[in-house]
C-alpha cells in the first residue's frame, strides 16, 4: 500500500484534477499526500531584445507570482484537508522537472499523479509537456490522468475502477511494472488483467528493399501459446483473480488500447524507455502511444536500469 502520494500542482483547472485522485486514493490507503508547487521566474520574466535577449529581473514581479503561487497551494491544501485526509504543501523555486524531480527523490515519494494533456507529434515536441518530461526522468510511479481535452467531456475525474490492464511483451524491462501494477491494483481494489500482443513479424522483399507483415496462421498460433503461457506464469507471482489475455495486432500500442476498450479497463499500466524529444519522435514508442491515445488513467514506471 502507499503511504507518500506526490502531486505537482500548477495553481490550474488542468493541474487539479490530480486532486480528487490522490485524495480518493489517500483515503483508501491512509497514505499522505504532498502537494508540489515549483516557482519558475524564466517562465514570466520578460527579455530584452537585442544580439544576446538579457532577462529583466523585476523582484516586485517575481514576489507577486511567488505569493500568487502559494496563495493558490494553500487554497488547493485547504480542499484536501476538507475531505479528511492528511495533506502538506511546498513551494519549490526552480525549473519545473528538474525541482519535481529532485524533491520527488528525497522525499521518498512512492507515487505520483499528474494530468496530462495528450498532446502528440510535433504539437508535443514544439509546446512541450510537464508530463512527457517527467516521465523521461521521474525514479517512481506515474500515474497520468487525462485532462478535458476538446474531444472529451468534462466529467470530474476519480479513482479508477474494474480492471487495471498490465502491458507485457516478455521482457524483464516490460515485467518491470508488475509489482507497481500490483500495487495498484491492491490500493484501489481493481482486478489484474495481464495482456501481451502478437505483433506479425516483418520479413524482407528483396530485391525492392522493403519489408512486409508476414502473416503467417500457423507461426502467430504457435507464439500465442508461448505468450499465453509466459502470461499465466506471471499472474502467479500477481494478487489473487489476476487474468490473462493474449492478443494478434499489427500494432502493439494499438493492440493494448484495444484491449483495454474490449475488457473494459479502468486503467492502463506499462513500462517506458522514457525516450525524450526527436528520439521519442522519430523512434516511436508504445508506452508514447498509450499515453497519447488511452481515455482511461495510465500508470507508468521507467525502470531504473534505462
Excluded: N, W
Aim: with cysteine; proline share 7%.
Amino acid at each position: 500500500m502507499y503511504t507518500s502520494i506526490l502531486v505537482p500542482y500548477d495553481g490550474s483547472a488542468h493541474s487539479a484534477r490530480a486532486l480528487p485522485v490522490a485524495a480518493a486514493l489517500a483515503a483508501r490507503t491512509g497514505a499522505k499526500v504532498e502537494l508540489v508547487t515549483v516557482h519558475d521566474p524564466s517562465a514570466y520574466i520578460p527579455f530584452v531584445p537585442g544580439e544576446v535577449a538579457i532577462p529583466v529581473y523585476d523582484q516586485e514581479l517575481v514576489q507577486a507570482h511567488r505569493e500568487r503561487d502559494q496563495r493558490a497551494l494553500d487554497d488547493a491544501l485547504a480542499q484536501l484537508r476538507a475531505t479528511g485526509i492528511t495533506a502538506s504543501g511546498v513551494l519549490l523555486d526552480g525549473t519545473i522537472v528538474e525541482a519535481l524531480v529532485e524533491h520527488m527523490a528525497a522525499a521518498g515519494s512512492e507515487l505520483a499523479i499528474l494530468t496530462t494533456h495528450g498532446r502528440s507529434g510535433f504539437a508535443r515536441l514544439r509546446l512541450g509537456s510537464v508530463a512527457s518530461a517527467l516521465l523521461t526522468r521521474a525514479t517512481v510511479p506515474v500515474l497520468l490522468v487525462r485532462g478535458a481535452g476538446s474531444e472529451e467531456p468534462a466529467t470530474p475525474p476519480t479513482l479508477p475502477t474494474g480492471a487495471l490492464l498490465c502491458a507485457l511483451d516478455g521482457s524483464a524491462f516490460a515485467e518491470a511494472i508488475v509489482p507497481h501494477a500490483s500495487t495498484f491494483a491492491q490500493a484501489t481494489g481493481m482486478q489484474l488483467h495481464l495482456v501481451a500482443v502478437t505483433v506479425p513479424h516483418a520479413v524482407s522483399l528483396a530485391p525492392f528493399g522493403t519489408e512486409a507483415l508476414l502473416a503467417d496462421p500457423e507461426a502467430l498460433e504457435a507464439e500465442s501459446h508461448v505468450r499465453d503461457d509466459y502470461l499465466h506464469r506471471i499472474a502467479a507471482t500477481c494478487p489473487a483473480g489476476t487474468t490473462v489475455h493474449t492478443i494478434t495486432d499489427m500494432s502493439a500500442s494499438q493492440g493494448i488500447l484495444d484491449a483495454a476498450a474490449e475488457k473494459p479497463c479502468g486503467a492502463i499500466a506499462l513500462a517506458t524507455h522514457g525516450r525524450s524529444g526527436f528520439r521519442r519522435f522519430v523512434l516511436g514508442s508504445v508506452a508514447d502511444e498509450v499515453i497519447r491515445h488511452a481515455h482511461v488513467p495510465v500508470l507508468v514506471v521507467r525502470p531504473p536500469a534505462h
